[in-house]
T-cell receptor, first 112, second 112 residues
Framework: EDKVVQSPLSLVVHEGDTVTLNCSYE??????LLWYKQEKKAPTFLFML????IEKKSGRLSSILDKKELFSILNITATQTGDSAVYLC????????????FGKGTMLLVSP | NAGVMQNPRHLVRRRGQEARLRCSPM?????VYWYRQLPEEGLKFMVY????????ESGMPKERFSAEFPKEGPSILRIQQVVRGDSAAYFC??????????FGQGTRLTVV
């Protein structure tokens, strides 16, 4: 059974801090790893990673995948209160369609 | 281009009643996925449908739950004879060819 473990489960930081969220996974046939941001409503897609060592970047957010060690990190620099959310990591198997296995998420609270 | 539309946003049912959750995918998307999110848990895959076909229902409970995606109209997730343990947020996602799925706002089902 595919498995995704995220850490920490929750995190409180001050505005301006840099945070690193972790995601480790076990999947029978890996195709991709995805990061989402969930703010009490629909998960919003952030990144999809398929290759090791290639950093994906969007503004203050960046993510990288290590397929050998089976983990990914999501970095957020210069955090803002608007970054407060649950960050979800999911893996997609190479099965021909995207049924995702999600981790439980990391709840990030950025205090002013 | 409207996103994935789910309704209702909130649904309250008494034990033993039926719950019908609707999902209209993004325009041009023919793949629909249903996920359930229990409190403090990650999203769990339930069922994957294409128009008029169930492709994978491995995550759906064998009893009381059914899903359809007719040729015309939204996808429907039906839960018969609801129990308290069915209380959760139910998310629908749609995709075309790309693996990342676009999520709806979810339906929060409360069974009283």
């Amino acid at each position: 059974e595919d498995k995704v473990v995220q850490s920490p489960l929750s995190l409180v930081v001050h505005e301006g801090d840099t945070v690193t969220l972790n995601c480790s996974y076990e999947v029978t046939n890996f195709r991709s790893l995805l990061w989402y941001k969930q703010e009490k409503k629909a998960p919003t897609f952030l990144f999809m990673l398929t290759s090791s060592g290639i950093e994906k970047k969007s503004g203050r957010l960046s993510s990288i995948l290590d397929k050998k060690e089976l983990f990914s990190i999501l970095n957020i620099t210069a955090t803002q209160t608007g970054d407060s959310a649950v960050y979800l990591c999911a893996v997609e198997p190479n099965s021909g369609y995207s049924t995702l296995t999600f981790g439980k998420g990391t709840m990030l609270l950025v205090s002013p | 281009n409207a996103g994935v539309m789910q309704n209702p946003r909130h649904l309250v049912r008494r034990r033993g009643q039926e719950a019908r959750l609707r999902c209209s995918p993004m325009k041009g998307h023919s793949h629909v996925y249903w996920y359930r999110q229990l409190p403090e848990e990650g999203l769990k895959f339930m069922v994957y449908l294409q128009k008029e076909n169930i492709i994978d229902e491995s995550g759906m409970p064998k009893e009381r739950f059914s899903a359809e995606f007719p040729k015309e109209g939204p996808s429907i997730l039906r839960i018969q004879q609801v129990v308290r343990g069915d209380s959760a947020a139910y998310f629908c996602a749609s995709s075309a060819w790309v693996p990342e799925a676009f999520f709806g706002q979810g339906t929060r089902l409360t069974v009283v």
